[in-house]
């Protein structure tokens, strides 16, 4: 793999970092965390006309016909100012499932609405009993004359009560003894749907929702019926490394941070960062950083190449979620007792990371993954 970016990604890194900084600075988190909404409809709008939100569209569906290494740059600096809104759920998750396992007609109207804006998805994967993975999946989608019949209970997913569309994992009746899994397009405003936003520790806006024998059209499932299950094992990958990316550009933005606050606070009359402990953290903080950015590229190129990478993203998965735990707490640790105040952007970072770390499965749950890989 060559990691050196071409001439197009390198543009794509520099103009969005210097829109989001602009537009998008770490204090809108902040001044949004109390929105019902949690976004900023004039900035979702400004990214859309940049192209962003059809990064990985096709051309022939108004995209910009990118790949997913694209998508993880724009990811990264997103991660880099704690960037709120619906980008993450309708675009690494709801494009990605579309561009996998829809219809040609599914595409044709679909992708041009997520790639102007016009659309927000959501996915709704896990549920009480299931934290991780697709096993013990309760949520029924069960055949019903010409179409099919919803119920089933799912835990935070991500800004469904802003979506347009709710993209449901679900299994049958005999799915639920061992069969397979199907994708299932809902329409929130089905009044069998009911949404209840949930308190979340880095004020990104997550949902119970609730399917009470919701009407599922024939035509709105993804893929055949009860064979969704290699595209949510896909969806799981692209979770995952899109969080890593995520991460990547958050502790950067926080390594960064400290290594300017240690060479200007000043104690005993010299930096901070004169000190050989600081300067033993802050070592630590870059090889945790750039452990962290190597996975989660390599990862990331292997997805866009159509290369297997399972292994990839829970390799990239398991070090970034502990290697943003560490840099977060560093960091806090440098900046001292300032960093814990609200009006500080440390605390956001570290909230951040720590959601990200268990979104997609945690640590543990990716290494038993890689080890299970090992041996079979």
């Keep these: 793999m060559d990691f050196e970016l071409t001439k197009e990604q390198k543009i ?15 204090s809108l988190m902040r001044e949004l965390k109390d929105d019902p909404n949690g976004y900023d409809p004039a900035l979702w709008r400004k990214m859309a006309d ?8 096709p051309e022939a569906c108004n995209g910009m016909g990118g790949s997913f290494l694209d998508l993880a740059i724009l990811l990264e600096a997103m991660g880099e100012v704690c960037c709120p809104g619906p980008f993450f759920s309708s675009i690494v998750m709801g494009a ?16 041009p609405r997520l790639a102007s804006g016009e659309l927000i998805c959501s996915m709704a994967l896990t549920e009480p009993g299931n934290w991780y993975g697709l096993d013990n999946i309760h949520t029924r989608l069960d055949p019903d004359g010409d179409g ?18 709710i993209l449901c994992v679900a299994g049958s009746e005999e799915a639920v003894a061992g069969g397979g899994l199907s994708l299932a397009l809902v329409d929130r405003k089905n009044p069998g749907v009911r949404c209840t936003p949930l308190e979340t520790l880095s004020f990104e806006k997550h949902c119970r929702v609730v399917f009470d024998n919701v009407r599922i059209p024939r035509e ?16 799981l990958e692209v979770g995952a490394v899109g969080k890593c990316a995520e ?3 958050g502790i950067g933005a926080v390594f960064e941070k400290t290594v300017s606050h240690a060479k200007n606070r000043k104690q005993f009359g010299k930096s901070i960062g004169s000190f050989q402990a600081v300067q033993h953290h802050c070592a630590n903080m870059e090889v945790d950083v750039d452990g962290a950015r190597f ?3 390599q990862a990331a190129w292997k997805i866009a190449k159509g290369i297997p990478a399972a292994m990839d993203a829970s390799m990239a998965k398991a070090w970034t979620s502990e290697a943003a735990r560490r840099v977060t707490a560093l960091g806090h640790q440098i900046h001292g007792a300032i960093s814990f105040c609200e009006e500080h952007d ?31």
């Design 12 to 26: 794509i890194r520099s103009s969005a970092r210097e829109f989001l900084r602009k537009e998008c600075p770490v």
């Design 50 to 57: 940049l192209g962003w939100h059809g990064i990985m569209i």
């Design 96 to 111: 990605t499932s579309i561009l996998r396992a829809g219809s040609d007609a599914q595409k044709q109207n679909l992708l």
């Design 148 to 165: 099919f019949i919803l119920n089933g209970n799912k835990l935070f997913v991500e800004n469904a009560h802003i979506s347009d569309l």
């Design 220 to 235: 709105n499932i993804l893929g055949a019926f009860g064979a969704a299950g290699k595209t949510a094992e896909y969806l």
């Design 247 to 249: 991460m990547v550009g």
């Design 295 to 297: 996975l989660t590229y």
């Design 346 to 376: 440390m605390h956001l970072f570290y909230r951040k990371a720590k959601a990200c770390e268990t979104a997609f499965g945690d640590g543990g749950f990716h290494l038993e993954k890689i080890a299970g890989n090992l041996v079979s």
